[in-house]
């Protein structure tokens, strides 16, 4: 059964650093694209980043000056380094992987989502 576990998340304080991680269990990872989006209570659900197959990665324009994500298709693994924190950047992060045919998605994951807190 596929699978998106994240790890990395917890408690930081404002200004440190923090990686994530999502390694997918079950599909052929290679083939995905993936995200990392963030879901802070009460609001809407944000993309964070993507990263195609290829490598080519997106950000918000809010965060591309302190998030970095990564992939190790031989790991079967997503990262997102998060740097310079702000308390604003509290939020569920959940990793997301989409299966593109053109421009249709075909398949596509959640996880379960981690819990980073930033204190002021």
């Known amino acids: 059964q596929a699978q998106l576990v994240e790890s990395g998340g917890g408690l930081v304080q404002a200004g440190g650093s923090l990686t994530l991680s999502c390694t997918a269990r079950?599909?052929?990872?290679?083939?995905?694209?993936m995200a990392w989006y963030r879901q802070a209570p009460g609001k809407q659900r944000d993309l964070v980043t993507s990263i195609t197959t290829d490598g080519t990665t997106t950000y918000a324009d809010s965060l591309k000056d302190r998030f970095t994500s990564s992939r190790d298709n031989a790991k079967g693994t997503v990262y997102l380094q998060m740097n310079s924190v702000k308390p604003e950047d509290t939020a569920v992060y959940l990793c997301n992987a989409k299966y593109f045919s053109g421009l249709i998605v075909r398949d596509e994951y959640w996880g379960q989502g981690t819990q980073v807190t930033v204190s002021s």
């Open positions: 079950s599909i052929r990872f290679s083939r995905y694209t």
